[in-house]
């Protein structure tokens, strides 16, 4: 079965700082991988996704995630962070196998200060 | 931009007693899920349906558990009898045409179910 990994559980930056949120899987097959944000009151909303070609993915909001099949890897990244940011990340992955389910990371609670 | 809404925002239950959870996908889509999460942990799928029929389960979708579309609308979860460990927030989700080819899923705001 697969497994999502976030590694950082709450980061705190400030305006203009660049970010980066690690996630790991755990599976050896085809995956399609997915970030979803959540604000403060607001319901999961998708960011980008993966699933196959370029292994940079752009998505909404200036976020951009890069796949490294080799590490397992879905890291999500925006150069210049905004205040509007602040919210909880997660990182998601579904597999073939699975059907159509999405597996979550733990989430990243993103805190940026004004 | 469609969405999927659930109603209500948050439900107060004695345990023991049966409840259920209402979304309504976007309209032309085709598959549909629930998850929950429990607070300071994990979102957990629950269950997808399609084809008006149970697709897959997780553990966690015991008999306590089921769901239905009573309707060509609505997407309903309904725990018999409720524990305090039910206590979470649940998310109705739903896709498109293509099940696991490549179609994310569109969540709702949730539903925050507290069992007293």
């Known amino acids: 079965a697969q497994s999502v990994s976030q590694h950082n559980h709450h980061v705190i930056l400030s305006e203009a700082a660049s970010l980066e949120l690690g996630c790991n899987y755990s599976?050896?097959?085809?995956?399609?991988l997915f970030w979803y944000v959540q604000y403060p009151g607001q319901h999961l909303q998708l960011l980008l996704k993966?699933?196959?070609?370029?292994?940079l993915v752009k998505g909404i909001k200036g976020f951009e995630a890069e796949f490294i099949k080799s590490k397992f890897s879905f890291n999500l990244r925006k150069p210049s962070v905004q205040w509007s940011d602040t919210a909880e990340y997660f990182c998601?992955?579904?597999?073939?196998?699975?059907?159509?389910?999405?597996?979550f990371g733990g989430g990243t609670r993103v805190l940026v200060k004004p | 931009e469609p969405e999927v809404t659930q109603t209500p925002s948050h439900q107060v239950t004695q345990m023991g007693q049966e409840v259920i959870l209402r979304c309504v996908p976007i309209?032309?889509?085709?598959?549909f899920y629930w998850y929950r999460q429990i607070l300071g942990q994990k979102v957990e799928f629950l269950v997808s349906?399609?084809?008006?029929?149970?697709?897959?389960k997780s553990e966690i979708f015991d008999d306590q558990f089921s769901v239905e579309r009573p309707d060509g609308s609505n997407f309903t979860l309904k725990i018999r009898s409720t524990k305090l460990e039910d206590s979470a927030m649940y998310f109705c989700?739903?896709?498109?045409?293509?099940?696991?080819?490549?179609?994310?899923?569109?969540f709702g705001d949730g539903t925050r179910l507290s069992i007293l």
């Open positions: 993966y699933f196959s070609g370029d292994p």
């Open positions: 989700a739903s896709s498109g045409e293509q099940g696991w080819a490549n179609q994310p899923q569109h």
């Open positions: 349906f399609y084809n008006n029929e149970i697709s897959e």
């Open positions: 309209s032309n889509h085709l598959y």
């Open positions: 599976y050896g097959g085809t995956v399609n």
């Open positions: 998601a992955v579904s597999t073939k196998a699975a059907g159509n389910k999405l597996t």
